[in-house]
């Protein structure tokens, strides 16, 4: 028998038993002659001692065990000495004093330090790894206690799915993994057909066309923990080739539906699960033009405040241009009030405006509103003490800014009232297109929050963005493209305006988003085939391209019924659950950055019959610059 408690197991009440332990040699410890050897399992840690004047041949085997060696131990469970306690142990209060201790195989030093830290508030070593080492020896990477963790709330998170949907009286269903290539999304996995010459399968970047052809054949409630295979670049919340969502798809709904039920099985997972605090009960559901104006971006981080405002109307008629000639031309003044700001040095502020010069804008305007401003911003640098404390109107308003004397004193008083402004903000200011000054000030705000500390990582600010546009803005090639996807609802009271002004169409998308993280997407579908076949039109598909979705249509024209969904993704959710900053963090052997496997070698080349069998024959090969 190799063992009969785990090395997590053992407790004060099993004092006296007789027991068997195997696992991985934490550490070793030679105390006056006394082995002590710290054993591990994916359980926890029990502290073997090996005396000999117990057992001399227990003590002969531990004198020869190094770190990762695996042993097995058996022994007799013994209360630990009281200047011997370790209460960071779950175990502590025990040891084992071991009479045999076997050696089952060794182990070669590994590339990095395994060894589990004595409690969660010291760092783990091997954080310091470099990402490819421990992708390469991942294997050895997933003995530490971090990824065992995490590995473990991975698998809690999709059990409780499980569990709340079949209560739900939802069906879990498999689709398959070779399916159609179909021109949407991002690049398919292709995958060449042995039987059918010249043909191509592609793995399935979502069940999306499936799972609505379960809504046609009546199975109202469906979803599955469903692999995601996508040939897309890495980004921190995203793996290159695979990643896996929980999808599902319910007849007979409206978006409310779909929306009450993600929210109270992710309130009860969180709640569960984890121990981290959810800021707002019931999940707020806010409009995509609002997050826009007022966050930048469309999934805002709500954790904290910062909200932008359009200043527009306030400043049309000022007698700075760049202000007023903007708002005439049809475009936006917009601000953001740091709160507190006004203590961030001269090369804080240069940074931030080279932050927004890098996402396009020539500038960042703003304003200090305190005149006991850190010297190190005043642009009034190297003047006398008495040209300091010669006071003008500007400074008894307490305001600095280069924008002053084009703005002047009463109009930055209006814009520091409209925006709240107190002593020790600076206000920062944006002018230009709509969507280009959200995206700026948007990277502004969230910038603010890190560097004044406003983000609490124990709080999670979950929210639906809803009422999408259908369409991106803007036309490629005279058609429109898909805000989503093309098979998202129109709202029925935007129907006239596909044939008006498709631009001005909202839609029935629904985004789920958690600090800062789009962690969903779904939407209410379209089921009529009328409906279907215009959108596709506005995109720009021809007739060729509309056939690659005829089934489709050909399902449509049975009685679909109306229907929707949502798709959460795994690894994500379980990233922001366990406050790692990479989804990678979360899967058991994901691909690098160029979407390799370090590990096995994967991608790789294949032998010259398998191609001749297939009939492909590769005549260039070129390497991709990353």
């Known amino acids: ?244 969502q929980l999808d599902l798809e319910m007849s007979f709904v409206e978006q409310k539906d779909i929306l009450d039920l993600t929210e109270r099985l992710f309130t009860q997972a969180a709640e569960k699960l984890i121990d981290k605090k959810i800021m707002k009960k019931p999940w707020p559901r806010i409009s995509w033009d609002e997050v826009m104006l007022k966050y930048g971006v469309d999934k805002p981080d709500l954790r904290f405040g910062l909200e932008i405002q359009d200043i527009s109307k306030l400043v049309k008629d000022c007698g700075f241009k760049v202000f007023s000639d903007t708002v005439k031309k049809g475009g936006v003044v917009r601000a953001v009030n740091g709160e507190g700001a006004a203590k961030f040095s001269r090369s804080e502020l240069d940074k931030l405006e080279g932050l927004a010069q890098d996402l396009g804008a020539p500038g960042l305007g703003y304003v200090i509103i305190d005149q006991e401003i850190n010297p190190s911003t005043n642009s009034g640098r190297g003047k006398s003490r008495n040209q300091e404390n010669k006071k003008t109107k500007n400074q008894e308003n307490n305001f600095k800014s280069p924008l002053l004397k084009f703005i002047g004193e009463e109009k930055m008083g209006e814009i520091v009232k409209e925006m709240k402004g107190k002593p020790g903000d600076i206000i920062f200011f944006m002018a230009g297109e709509e969507l280009k000054v959200a995206e700026i000030l948007g990277q502004i705000r969230l910038e603010l929050g890190r560097k004044l500390g406003l983000i609490d990582d124990n709080l999670l600010a979950f929210c639906y963005v809803v009422d999408w546009p259908l369409f991106e803005p803007g036309m490629t090639d005279g058609h429109f493209s898909p805000a989503h996807h093309m098979f998202t609802m129109p709202k029925e009271k935007d129907w006239p305006k596909l044939d008006t002004a498709p631009e001005k169409v909202k839609s029935y998308q629904h985004d789920m988003v958690l600090n800062g993280f789009e962690v969903a997407g779904g939407s209410i579908r379209i089921h009529r085939p009328d409906i279907q076949e215009k959108i596709f039109k506005l995109i720009g598909f021809n007739k060729e391209r509309i056939k690659f979705f005829s089934h489709m249509l050909e399902a449509f024209k049975y009685g679909a019924p109306p229907h929707g969904g949502i798709a959460p993704g795994i690894e994500r959710i379980a990233m922001l659950f366990a406050g790692e900053e990479s989804i990678r963090e979360m899967m058991a052997f994901p691909k690098n950055s160029r979407g390799e496997d370090v590990m096995i070698g994967a991608p790789s080349e294949v032998e010259q019959e398998q191609l001749k069998e297939l009939g492909i024959e590769i005549t260039r090969h070129e390497a991709r610059n990353t």
């Open 1 to 244: 028998m190799y063992r009969t408690h785990t090395c997590g197991q053992l407790r004060k009440k099993d004092i006296g038993k007789e027991i068997t332990l195997s696992g991985w040699v934490n550490s070793r410890r030679d105390h006056g002659g006394v082995v002590f050897i710290d054993l591990r399992d994916r359980y926890g840690i029990t502290q073997v001692k090996c005396d000999p004047k117990i057992s001399k041949n227990a003590w002969r085997q531990a004198d020869k065990v190094r770190d990762e060696y695996v042993i097995k131990v058996a022994g007799k469970v013994k209360a630990r000495p009281k200047d011997m306690l370790n209460p960071r142990l779950e175990t502590g209060e025990i040891e084992v004093e071991a009479q045999t201790v076997e050696i089952l195989n060794t182990a070669k030093t590994p590339p990095f330090e395994i060894a589990w830290p004595p409690g969660d508030d010291v760092k783990d070593k091997a954080e310091e790894t470099n990402e490819e080492v421990r992708l390469k020896y991942r294997y050895l990477d997933l003995r530490r206690k971090k990824m065992v963790k995490n590995l473990c709330l991975r698998y809690k998170l999709i059990k409780f799915i499980r569990d709340f949907l079949e209560k739900e009286g939802f069906i879990e269903i498999e689709t398959p993994l070779l399916t159609k290539s179909t021109p949407e999304g991002a690049r398919d996995f292709i995958v060449p057909s042995r039987l059918n010459p010249g043909k191509f399968y592609a793995l399935p970047q979502s069940p999306q066309q499936y799972k609505q052809m379960l809504m046609v054949a009546g199975i109202d409630k469906y979803f599955q923990i469903a692999p995601c295979l996508r040939d897309e670049d890495a980004r921190a919340d995203r793996s290159p080739g695979e990643f896996y």
